[in-house]
């Protein structure tokens, strides 16, 4: 007889292959058995990834005029603008960090195509003393500062002083001066803006009240009245990028400094009470106990000793209603007082005309109108009465007082 061939891949009983005794295991069963284990693992490794991105992505802050934040009041687009310029910008957070910065900044500027180094300062809460600030001032070639208060620019530079704010209603600034960045930059944002004098201002409202861009004589210190003009919302408005990018585009390095709490200055030993408190206090502190041991003297005597009366302390009915008066009295509170002359009324007339402690007004109207043989509305005029004044509460009380008599007469 003539042998059957059989092919080598067909499958036989059992589960295997002609070859050998090995299970088919198809990718589509492997998944479907560990299908819980895989999906679980695709996760954490999809979430370990983007944490991973996120640590690795530049971090952004919420803070005004950081480079940092790209919010309206930000200021990462004039930052971004300066870059692409070729100006090095470094933002810092801290004055130590901000003196290594000038000092690698002004290492750098040891080559003659350096332009030098500018600093950007926006101490908004007046965190940097003075002795802080000369250093400062003394370790960059220009300054650049931003809303300063007045012991900062005491600190800095006595000619430039505070002069007030920009009048309501003016939106805009023309440059009005000499001066080669304002003049190139032409008008600016005004609103919400300080003005400050100077030798050298621009973008005064007025002449000589005092301008919103001021600087020293040798122009190594200017002094910018707006936040809006650098913020990212107003940047690309009139000509706040061109101030902007002069100003602080005129050196290769921008240390962009920004203080925090982590800049006030520590002091030794904390300050005594003698020293916090005002130096009249030595003098008139003194006499000022005196006065008030001779007060409390005075008074205790006149009041005479302390009476002890046994607890618990019974009050008449009689008293508790005429404290109550007086307080409603005092209070010309016209309304609670007649309220609580009604339900006093209604109460002691559904008593009397046995109507049950939980008749209504209503029912206890028409019971005392029946009882009387009076109409409804003439008896409700009274129990319903509305008095608006003192004297019309008196009057009303005693129209009460004699519905009540008549009722419990007959």
């Keep these: 007889m003539t042998p059957v061939l059989e092919s080598p891949n067909r499958p036989v009983r ?107 300062l926006y101490d908004r809460n007046g965190y940097l003393d003075p002795v802080q600030l000369q250093a400062l001032r003394e370790a960059t070639d220009r300054l650049v500062v931003v809303t300063p208060r007045l012991s900062t620019l005491s600190a800095l530079d006595g000619e430039i002083r505070p002069a007030g704010v920009v009048p309501s209603g003016v939106a805009t600034l023309e440059p009005g001066c000499g001066l080669d960045d304002p003049a190139a930059a032409g008008a600016i944002t005004a609103e919400s803006a300080y003005l400050y004098k100077a030798a050298r201002a621009c973008y005064e409202p007025t002449e000589g009240l005092g301008g919103l861009y001021a600087s020293s ?63 009249w206090v030595a003098f008139i502190g003194p006499w000022l106990a005196l006065v008030a041991v001779l007060a409390m003297a005075w008074r205790g005597r006149r009041l005479g000793p302390l009476v002890f009366e046994p607890l618990p302390v019974v009050v008449k009915a009689v008293e508790t209603a005429e404290g109550r008066a007086r307080l409603y009295h005092d209070a010309h509170a016209v309304d609670r007082a007649a309220d ?71």
Aim: aromatic content about 4%.
């Design 340 to 410: 609580s002359l009604r339900a006093g009324t209604l109460v002691r007339l559904a008593r009397v005309l046995r109507l049950g402690p939980d008749a209504e007004s209503t029912a206890i109207v028409d019971a005392a109108a029946r009882h009387l043989g009076r109409t409804r509305e003439e008896t409700a005029r009274v129990l319903e009465g509305r008095p608006r004044t003192e004297s019309e509460l008196v009057h009303w009380a005693q129209q009460l007082e004699s519905l009540e008599k008549e009722v419990t007469a007959q």
């Design 14 to 120: 059992g589960g295997g292959t002609a070859d050998g005794d090995r299970p088919v295991h198809t990718f589509a069963a492997w998944f479907r058995r560990h299908r819980t284990w895989t999906l679980l693992i695709l996760v954490f490794s999809v979430g370990v990834g983007l944490t991973i991105m996120a640590q690795l992505s530049p971090r952004g802050d919420s803070f005004p005029l950081s480079t940092r934040n790209a919010a309206p009041d930000g200021a990462r687009a004039a930052a971004e603008v300066l870059r692409s310029r070729g100006v090095d910008v470094r933002q810092t957070d801290n004055f130590g960090a901000t003196m290594s910065a000038l000092e690698d900044a002004a290492g750098a500027g040891a080559f003659e195509d350096s332009t030098g180094t500018t600093l950007f």
């Design 217 to 279: 004589d040798d122009g190594s210190l200017v002094v910018l009245g707006s936040t809006q003009i650098l913020s990212n919302r107003l940047l690309d408005e009139h000509g706040n990028a061109a101030l902007t990018l002069r100003t602080l585009g005129a050196s290769d390095n921008l240390v962009w400094y920004l203080p925090g709490l982590a800049d006030v200055a520590e002091e030794d030993t904390p300050k005594t009470l003698d020293q916090l408190a005002a130096p």
